[in-house]
Structures are given as structure tokens and as C-alpha cells.
């Protein structure tokens, strides 16, 4: 009879282990991260007897978790890349609608400035006029700045997230470190381990994956080893690996990320924060804000050193040279903390060539011998030479390089030229008069002039404001009907180029054949004389009044629709568009990203779920057969019951 009853009693007990386990996974249904249970039962060693072995029952071997490591690891990878571009695509849509409106882009404030400038030029010697110009010149920089500090309000905020995605896995890290050494010090048998501390741990780490894609490895007594990017450790065994923040060292506005070591800041590569919210936020610095920031710098400093060169080349309401319209631009210089105590490296770098800018940052490093500008963008170096420089600036890309004090071996700096640029547009003149609309020189045919030849407006380029070349009187030239030449240039050479494109230069003080048509040059000044000079004709050029005249005015307008910008092939609208198109281009495709993750994510946890989930219809099921079992089992007790009282009774 005991036989009997041992066998009742172990189908009792591996049935109530069943309706337990059925319990559990039906009240864990909704439970994030819960994978199924299932009992696997098993049939213990029989018993022999005369007439051969009579079985004993039944036992419960293993209470076993319903759990897919291939598919869970494609899941993760899924909900990483997700995490990833939905992050992207929320901070880069913040530049593209700013771009892109109406009310706070660029484009209405650009068209409003050369408006203003074309008014101007309609009344040159109206003080209203100018004085609105220069109202629609400080919307402009005004509007600069605006951009600027949205873009520097995202570079905060994107500190903040990535400071608070460090701590939140900083935190996930010590939780899945505890939970290895709870789940080690429970797992005595390797068939027996605690399955929810398991379905725990694994939904720690998917929260984990989702701020940045983590590397899962098996350890010894069932612990996980949990890394990043190339191998950076988070999680040893039953250690946590914290990360931690600090600001770059050359760029105190930008936060960074490492391993703090001896109460240094190990600054790991943004390479290797990949995946997750914390990757979709260094893509979004790297590709988007920092490339808007520099774009939008690169049109402001453009602006501002085109607009000033033909500035310079007028002359005001009271006859006076132009100055700077707009202030010039430094380009920001942030040197490494790291830099020798003694080093007194001192770099400044200004924009002199506005068409010339890349819009690519740079590092400059001192080797022991040679200072090096490398362009980020492609690895191009420059070699500042000679170095030191002795007062002789050296422009590399638009950049004028004026560098002084004794720099040690390794010293480095961070120059980026057009970051800042849009903070640091500002309009340099207050005062309306101050405005050069007029050109600096007039020229004239004298109506005594015996002959038909007629003489143009003349101009002038940067050359005539070189040393020597600015007029301080009349020139006045003479036609020789015999030589067929013009006399009375100034002591320097005189280049003639014809229709057809041929130069010819004329030294100081020789005579200059006259060719009608040919476009004549001296000391920066260029016109030309067409149609047949009697002799003894004369042109006079003489020096700019300023009262008028508009002339250096219409110039200027005209840089609206001139390609100044990207060595000649962009105006300052058309880089403008480009950057709108690049951001826009970039918005749009990661929001096709992320209706295809949506879609990826959500087919791989159907998958996952087949394997794993609860299916509350099967688990019904399952509840009514154990508990058949179950009864089935207090059946064969009770029937071994009434013969062992069966047995007392004969005896009696």
C-alpha cells in the first residue's frame, strides 16, 4: 500500500506544482519581460520486485523558463536601432521647422536686408533711407542670433539627455550587477535556477539596449557580462562599470562621456556610443547640430567678409572710405586643459575670405617642430610655416592664422571657424551717413573732346585699396593720335585686356596702345574706352564725391544674387537652401527609419512573444489538466486508502 500512496502523493504534488506554474504565468501575462514557465516532469528510479520493476510515480525535474537567446538578442538589436533614430529624429526635427519657417528662417530676413539696400540705392542722399537699411541690417544679424541660440538651446538640451541617459545607465548597471550575484548565489544546481530573477535581469538590460546598444555575454553561475560599442565593459560578473560626464576639453559647452579614473576623465570616441537614445543623440551633435551650427555660421561669416570687401570700396554720405559694414568674425579657438602649464601658444584666427570657408572644423597640434591644421573632414594637413610666424599671418581656408608665445610638444587646440559666427554677426556702423553707397572714383569725358570715343563708369577692386594705389588727385589722360597711345597713367603698370581676352601689360611710365573695346587697368582701378579718340582727347578719372551717388550701392545689391559663397559657386541664398535641403533630407529619412524600425520591432517581439509570451488560452488549458490530474491523483490516494482499511478490517 505505501507504493501506492507514494504514487498518489508525488501526481498530487507534481500537479500542484503545475497549477502553481500555470498560476504564475497567468498572473505575469502582462508582466514586461516575463517569459513562460513550463514543468518538466520526469519518472524517479522504479522499484524491483519478483515479477520486475514497478514504477514509483513521478517528479518534477525542472521548472523551466521558455526562453530564446537568439531571439532575444535580434529583439535588442531591433529596439536599439529604434531608440536610436526616434531620439535623431526628434532633435533634428527641431532644426528643420526652425529652418524651414516662415516667421524664424533666414530667407524673409535676407530678402528684407537687401530691400532695404535697393531702397537706399533709390534715394542715396536720404538719411530715411539709409537709416532703414541699416534697421533692416540689424533684423538680419539680429536673426543670426536668433538661429544661433535655438541651436545652442539643443546643444543644452542634448547635454542634459545624454548627463541623464549616464545615470539611468549607471544605474540599470548596479541593479543587473546585484541581480548576477542574487541569481549566483541561488543557482546551486545548474538545473534549478530562479527563472523571475532571470526574466528580471534580461528586462533590465532591454531598458539598458534602448539607452545604448549593449553586448550580452555568458559568465560563470549564470551571471551576464554586459558591454558597448568595441568592448567597453558595463557590467563584470557581479561589478558594475560606471560611466561618467564631463565637459570636452576644448569645448566647455559640450558634454563628453568616459570612465573616471584616478579623478581624471577618460573620454571614450563618440564612435563607440552607438545605438539607443545615446547614440541617436551623438549622431544627432555630430551630424546635425554641429553641421547646422557651422553651416549657419559659414553664411553669417560669409556675409559679413564679402559685404564688407565691397564696402570698403565705397565712400560714404561725406566722401570718406567705407569701413567695416558688419564687425569681423574670430573664429572660435578652444585649447586642449590638457596643454603644458608653461606653453603660451596663443592662436588668432579671423575670417578674411568669406568664399573661401569650408565649414569644417579643425585640430592643431604642435608635433615639436611644426605646428599642423588638420581639416577634419578629410585629414588634410597644413604645415603653419614659416613657424614661428614673425607677424606674417598664414590663411588657410578662408582663415587668416596669426599665431604667437612658445607652445610645448603635444600641445593642441580646437578651431572651428564658423561655429560661432551666427552669435557673432553684428552690424559695425550706427549712423546712416556712414553708409558707402557711392563709388570711390568718377570718370568723365570731356564734351571739348574732338573724337568719338567714350569712356565707362570705371570700378575698382581690393587692390585699389593698397598702399599708393587710392587717389588723391585727378588722372587725367592724353590721346596721341600719332602713336596711337594714352599717356598721363600713374607710375605704375597698366594692364589692357581686348574683347578677346588678351592681355597686355604696359610698365610704369611707357605709353599704352590704345585699343577701342579693350578694358584698361592701373592700381586697382579698371574701365574702358570703345569708339575712335581724336588727338589730344582726354578722360579724366578723378576721385568720388559721395553725395549721389549710388553706385558702390548697386554693387553691394548685387551681391544678393552673385556666388560668393563655396569658392564661387553658391550665393548666400543658395548655401542658405542647401543647408534647409540637408537637414530636411536628413529629417525625412529618419522618419522612414522609424516607421520601418516600428515595423521591425514590432515583428521581432510577435516572434519573440510566440516563443516566450503567455498565451492565456493555452495556460486554460493547461489549468484544467493538472487540474484533472490533480484530482485523478487524490483519487488513486483515496482508493489506497479504502484497501489499506480493507486490509485493517480482515485482520480484525
Known sequence: MSALFGIAKSGLMAAQTGLTTTGHNIANSATPGYSRQVVVQGTPPPVSTGAGFIGTG?????????????????????QAQQASVDTYLNQISQIDNMLADATVG???????????????????????????ML?????????????????????????????????????????????????????????????DLLDQRDQI?????????????????????????????LVIGGTSQALAVGMSDTDPSRVVVGYETQNRLAVLPDAVLVGGELGGLMQFRNEGLDQAQNRLGLIAAGLADTFNDQHRLGLDLNGQPGGNFFSD????????????????????????????????????????????????????????????????????????????????????????????????????????????????????????????????????????????????????LTYDLASNTLNGFPAVDVTVTDEAGNATVFPAGTPVTY????????????????????????????????????RNGVLLAGLQTKNTMLDGSATYQSTYAGLVNMIGNRTREADIGSAAMETAVAQATAVQQSVSGVNLDEEAANLIRYQQAYQASAKVMATAATLFDTLLSLGS
Open 135 to 195: 534697421s533692416a541690417a540689424e533684423t538680419l544679424a539680429a536673426r543670426f542670433q536668433g538661429m544661433s541660440d535655438r541651436l545652442n538651446d539643443l546643444q543644452s538640451g542634448t547635454n542634459n539627455a545624454i548627463t541623464s541617459n549616464v545615470s539611468e545607465l549607471n544605474a540599470y548597471a548596479r541593479r543587473v550587477a546585484d541581480l548576477n550575484n542574487q541569481i549566483a548565489g541561488m543557482s546551486v544546481d545548474p538545473s534549478r535556477i530562479p527563472n
Open 106 to 132: 533666414l530667407s524673409p530676413a535676407l530678402q528684407g536686408f537687401f530691400k532695404g539696400l535697393q531702397d537706399a540705392n533709390s534715394a542715396p542722399a536720404s538719411t530715411a533711407s539709409r537709416q532703414a
Open 515 to 550: 585699343t577701342s573695346g579693350a578694358a584698361i587697368s592701373f592700381g586697382g582701378i579698371s574701365f574702358t574706352l570703345t569708339g575712335t579718340p581724336g588727338d589730344t582727347d582726354q578722360f579724366n578719372i578723378r576721385p568720388g564725391s559721395g553725395v549721389g551717388d549710388n
Open 205 to 233: 538590460i532591454s531598458e539598458m539596449n534602448k539607452i545604448i546598444k549593449v553586448n550580452v555575454q555568458p559568465a560563470d553561475n549564470h551571471m551576464l557580462n554586459v558591454s558597448f560599442g568595441s568592448g567597453q565593459p
Open 329 to 476: 568674425i574670430q573664429a572660435y579657438v578652444g585649447y586642449d586643459k590638457d596643454n603644458a602649464s608653461t606653453s603660451t601658444l596663443d592662436i588668432q584666427a579671423t575670417i578674411v575670405d568669406g568664399g573661401a570657408l569650408t565649414g569644417a572644423d579643425y585640430d592643431m597640434t604642435f608635433n615639436g617642430t611644426d605646428l599642423v591644421l588638420t581639416r577634419r573632414t578629410d585629414g588634410q594637413a597644413t604645415t603653419i610655416t614659416p613657424f614661428p610666424q614673425g607677424g606674417v599671418p598664414q590663411v588657410i581656408d578662408g582663415v587668416s592664422f596669426n599665431i604667437t608665445g612658445v607652445p610645448v610638444t603635444g600641445d593642441r587646440a580646437e578651431v572651428r571657424p564658423t561655429y560661432m559666427a551666427a552669435a557673432d554677426l553684428e552690424v559695425a556702423i550706427r549712423d546712416g551717413s556712414k553708409l558707402a553707397l557711392a563709388a570711390p572714383i568718377s570718370t568723365s569725358t570731356p564734351s571739348s573732346n574732338t573724337g568719338k570715343a567714350r569712356m565707362s563708369a570705371g570700378e575698382v577692386n581690393a587692390d585699389y585699396l593698397l598702399p599708393g594705389n587710392t587717389l588723391a588727385a585727378p588722372v587725367n
Open 58 to 78: 513521478t517528479e518534477v525535474a525542472q521548472v523551466k523558463r521558455i526562453y530564446d537567446d537568439f531571439l532575444n538578442k535580434q529583439l535588442l538589436g531591433v
